[in-house]
């Protein structure tokens, strides 16, 4: 099965994709999760989309697609992917669309998480995640059992480098210029499912898995 995630920023797309990765044994490929791993790296690519990223700007589109490319591939002899965070613009949306047909792939769902404003600020508000094992907590609606340390690792919860409010508003203001026509471009093709990404994660993934197996 093959899976493109997208919504809003803090809408909760990460959370999914693991529950999704987990239960159906998919690759979760996130643009965003490979290019914060250059950054930390400090490559070439991680030292030139930095600034880029903590604006909440859009890296370019061959970037991203140069990074998406190899995993796609991968995936092919697996059970299929999840990709979260791409396409990000209809530019993307088309060349992924030339990308699949080469390959014979087809996607299956396109999920579309949806969420009110005022929680999707709270949500990127509190975001943060585990500084060594990457698991991603929130503040307000995801923390951590003992404060500041995560559950699975001894790592500390810390913020993302792209986390204030001016940020998060530019953010959201890309994603409905940039990424909120993807809605008709899917709903086109007849692969959009659209579901309400309000409440607890458990709940958001019963409404997803509702959604993929009807
Ligand atoms: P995310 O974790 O998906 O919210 O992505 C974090 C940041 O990475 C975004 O704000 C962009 O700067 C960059 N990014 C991730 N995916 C893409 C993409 N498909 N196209 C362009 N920039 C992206």
Redesign the pocket.
Known sequence: MNIIIFGP?GVG??SQAMLLKAKYDLMHI????I??EEVRNQTELGIK?KS??D???????D??VGLIVKQIETSIDKNGFIL??????IT?AETLDKLLEGLSVKIDHVLRLESDKEIILKRLAGRCYCDKCRKDYNIYFNQPEIEGKCDICDGKIIQRS?NNEKVHLD?LD?YSKETNPLKKYYAQKDLLRVVDGMGLIKEVFERVKKVLES
């Open positions: 920023p797309k990460g996130s643009t965003g999760e290019l914060r989309v880029i990223m604006k909440g700007k859009l890296v370019s589109d970037i991203v979260d965070g791409f396409p990000r613009n993307q792209d953010r890309v």
